[in-house]
């Protein structure tokens, strides 16, 4: 199962862009979808959650800044990224994951790249 990531660039600090992310409509409305990040030489950290339910989560640095939306109609997340910085450099994976009798399944995309200049 694969997730379809899109939507990175190069955009100057101040800017926004919005990232999309499809997945198989089979486990899209049971799953909770997470926007991840990787920056350069960093490790793996979690950004964004919705849930299945519509509860949302922020990582602190991107509160105020990122909004991250569902389409369950689409099978589509969204992560809008304003007022982008050059620490928000990296790149964006989006997740799928879901409990099914008692496991836990994760899906991920392949990642969209997401340059901030200063």
């Known amino acids: 199962v694969q997730l379809q990531a899109s939507g990175g660039g190069l955009v100057q600090a101040g800017g926004s862009l919005r990232l999309s992310c499809v997945a198989p409509r089979s486990i899209f409305s049971i799953s909770d979808m997470d926007w991840y990040r990787q920056g350069p030489g960093k490790q793996r950290e979690l950004v964004a959650v919705i849930t299945s339910g519509g509860d949302i989560n922020y990582e602190d640095s991107v509160k105020g800044r990122f909004t991250i939306s569902r389409d369950n109609a689409k099978n589509t997340v969204y992560l809008q990224m304003n007022s982008l910085k050059p620490e928000d450099t990296g790149v964006y994976y989006c997740?799928?994951?879901?409990?099914?009798?008692?496991?836990?399944?994760?899906?991920w995309g392949q990642g969209t790249e997401v340059t901030v200049s200063s």
């Open positions: 997740n799928a994951k879901r409990s099914m009798r008692g496991l836990v399944y994760t899906n």
